[in-house]
C-alpha cells in the first residue's frame, strides 16, 4: 500500500536507498543483484527492500525462486501531489531544465550555470506549502529525495529569497522577492506571477472552512 507524502519522503531519505532506487529504476533488479552491486549483505538488502516496498516505492514480482524489484515510477512522480501545490512555471526554458536534471524527481546534477540552477531551485520550491514551518530536518527530508547535497540546495533556496530562515524555521516567502537586474536574468519568465500563485494555493487551501 502507498504511504502518504511525508513518509514516503523520510523513507526514501536515505543514501542506500536512494542509490536502490537507482538502481532499479533503470531496470528490474533482483535481491542478488542489488547487494552485487552496492557491496552489501543480503540481509541489508532485505531490509531495506521490505521498507521500500511497504510504502510503495518499489513493487516486487515473483520471478522462479528469485523476487524483481522495480521503481514505482508514477508513485514517485505523484509525491506532493495530494497536497496544495502550483503547477510547474509555464516557461519553455524551465520545461528544458526540468528535463534535463531531473529523472523521476531526482537531480543527475547541480546545474553550473546560475539561470539553469535557478530553474532548478523554481521545480524544487513546488515541494514545499506557504504558510507553514519547517525544521531543517524537514527541509532536508524534502530536498534529499531529489540529490544528496541538501546543504547547498538549502542555502541556495534561501540566497534567491525562495525561503526564509529565522531561529532555525524556514518558511516559503510571504511575498514574490523583488528582483535586481542581474537576477531577472537569471530567474524563469514569470516567476513573480508563478510564485505568488504558488503562495495563494497554499494558503486558500489552509484558511478556515477551505
Do not use: C
Not at 507524502?5 to 536502490?20: G, H, N, P, S
Not at 529504476?25 to 533482483?30: L, R
Not at 510504502?55 to 525462486?65: A, H, K, L, S, Y
Request: hydrophobic share 40%; glycine share 6%.
Amino acid at each position: 500500500m502507498a504511504a502518504d507524502a511525508v513518509t514516503l519522503l523520510k523513507t526514501i531519505a536515505d543514501e542506500t536507498r536512494l542509490k536502490i532506487l537507482g538502481l532499479v529504476a533503470s531496470e528490474p533488479k533482483t535481491g542478488a543483484e542489488l547487494a552485487e552491486a552496492l557491496k552489501l549483505s543480503a540481509p541489508t538488502i532485505s531490509h531495506h527492500m521490505k521498507r521500500l516496498s511497504e510504502v510503495g516505492i518499489v513493487t516486487v514480482t515473483p520471478d522462479g525462486n528469485r523476487r524483481l524489484y522495480r521503481l514505482n515510477s508514477e508513485l514517485l512522480r505523484s509525491v506532493g501531489a495530494d497536497g496544495p501545490q502550483a503547477p510547474a512555471l509555464d516557461d519553455p526554458y524551465q520545461a528544458k531544465v526540468v528535463r534535463t536534471f531531473f529523472i523521476n524527481g531526482r537531480l543527475t546534477a547541480i546545474p553550473a550555470k546560475r539561470r539553469a540552477r535557478v530553474a532548478v531551485l523554481v521545480e524544487l520550491l513546488r515541494r514545499f506549502e506557504a504558510g507553514r514551518d519547517y525544521t531543517e530536518p524537514e527541509v532536508n527530508d524534502l530536498l534529499r529525495p531529489a540529490h544528496d547535497d541538501v546543504a547547498f540546495l538549502r542555502r541556495e533556496l534561501v540566497d534567491y529569497r525562495y525561503l526564509t530562515r529565522s531561529g532555525g524555521i524556514y518558511r516559503v516567502v510571504d511575498a514574490p522577492p523583488e528582483r535586481d537586474a542581474n537576477e531577472r536574468q537569471e530567474v524563469p519568465a514569470g516567476e513573480s506571477a508563478w510564485l505568488g500563485a504558488l503562495i495563494r494555493s497554499s494558503l486558500n487551501a489552509t484558511a478556515p472552512g477551505a
